[in-house]
């Protein structure tokens, strides 16, 4: 489930981002809990984060989560991804609905779906 919360993270970065950033694999992490390590490529570099296997939703809030700290720390404060009219960026959230998506942290206002793709 992991491979496919990654994949769901890049689709979505690619249509609000203009970096590139895609996903390029995932492994397990070597513990027993169930943690695998998600890899990204970001304009050439290797960026990893921690998600857990099962539930795709949970494992694509955190995989987007832990990626946006990891590209807006890559990109020197720049906001990844940018919340459109703001200078912050956007985090991913769970809707009303429960779809994860990126949305605005000040007003929660939703700007692309993650999952379900």
């Known amino acids: ?25 995932a492994r397990s992490s070597g513990d027993p809990d169930g943690q695998y390590l998600a890899s990204f490529d970001a304009e050439g570099q290797q960026v990893d984060v ?10 694509a809030l955190a995989i987007a989560s832990a990626l946006a700290d990891e590209l807006s720390e890559l990109f020197w404060g720049e906001a990844i991804p ?27 206002r939703p700007v692309d779906q993650i999952w379900p793709v």
Do not use: E, N
Request: hydrophobic share 45%; proline share 10%.
């Open 82 to 108: 940018p919340c459109p009219g703001h200078a912050h960026p956007m985090t991913p959230q769970v809707s009303g609905a429960g779809a994860v998506v990126w949305a605005c942290p000040v007003d929660g």
């Open 50 to 59: 921690y998600a857990m296997d099962g539930d795709p939703a949970s494992a």
């Open 1 to 25: 489930m992991v491979v496919k919360a990654a994949d769901a993270v890049d689709a979505s970065l690619a249509r609000v981002v203009a970096h590139s950033i895609r996903f390029s694999g």
